[in-house]
């Protein structure tokens, strides 16, 4: 197998960024520096280290989904000592489990995890429009033109959004706002609806794909089935 693939099932990064990552001279087979992009390993004998830390691909994909809660910072460390999701996950019995994506350190929902790199870059990648659900509380007056422009797909300052789909779900002083978004860039969902004049005091994420928290409590995780899990590949086509 090339060791960028390795690298990318293993959960370490998506192929390209692996091979920049060979390139930079950060990963090691059987301790020897390696920057042969061509670079074959036996993931049954050879030993593969990122920055010293041990890389394995597990021989059965482990993959869950947590119900993340405000507070911890999407990362597996953090060197300025935040809490972390990887308090919340079970990384002693699986090391290279790694989050499918990010959620705000202040925003809540569900948040995959998996060591199948394949399965995790895929259901990030842009072309497969995996559909994201979210409920935001908002202040501001979020009026029924605002919803049309989200509807129609407005600009950012890193370019146009895909239309989403968009309804108010509570109405009140600070409205709940139901969104879709198929794509997942920084922090945009709340840029979005500040370029419709409102910000978002809450938020939370109900649902990717085609999997919701349902009854999975707040800061608790559970593996998913195989049927989701085929049902997540499905979606990411």
């Known amino acids: ?20 990552l060979i390139l930079d001279g950060r990963v090691a087979v059987n301790g020897q520096v390696v920057r042969e992009l061509g ?31 405000a507070g911890v910072v999407t990362t597996m460390s953090d060197p300025q000592g935040r809490p972390t999701v990887a308090s919340l996950v079970p990384v002693r019995e699986h090391p290279s489990l790694f989050p499918v994506g990010r959620l705000d350190a202040d925003t809540t929902g569900l948040l995959l995890f998996t060591t199948d790199g394949d399965m995790g870059h895929a259901l990030l990648h842009p072309s497969h429009h995996v559909p994201k659900r979210y409920r935001a509380r908002v202040s501001g007056r979020f009026t029924e033109a605002a919803a049309e422009r989200l509807r129609a797909g407005i600009v950012l300052d890193d370019g146009p959004c895909a239309p989403a789909q968009v309804r108010v779900v509570e109405e009140g002083r600070l409205p709940v706002v139901e969104v879709v978004i198929h794509e997942g860039r920084k922090r945009q969902v709340k840029r979005m609806f500040q370029a419709v004049g409102c910000r978002v005091e809450q938020l939370h994420r109900a649902s990717f794909g085609p999997l919701g928290l349902g009854s999975l409590e707040e800061g608790r995780w559970r593996q998913l089935t195989d049927g989701e899990v085929r049902a997540l590949m499905e979606a990411a086509g």
């Not at 197998?1 to 920049?20: H, K, T, W």
């Not at 050879?46 to 989904?65: K, L, N, R, S």
């Open 39 to 69: 670079t074959q390993v036996d993931e049954a004998s050879d030993a593969v280290t990122f920055d010293g830390a041990p890389v394995c691909i597990e021989d059965v994909p482990f993959t869950i989904m947590l119900n993340k809660p």
């Open 1 to 20: 197998m090339r060791l960028s693939r390795y690298l990318a099932r293993a959960g370490v990064a998506s192929r390209r960024a692996s091979e920049q």
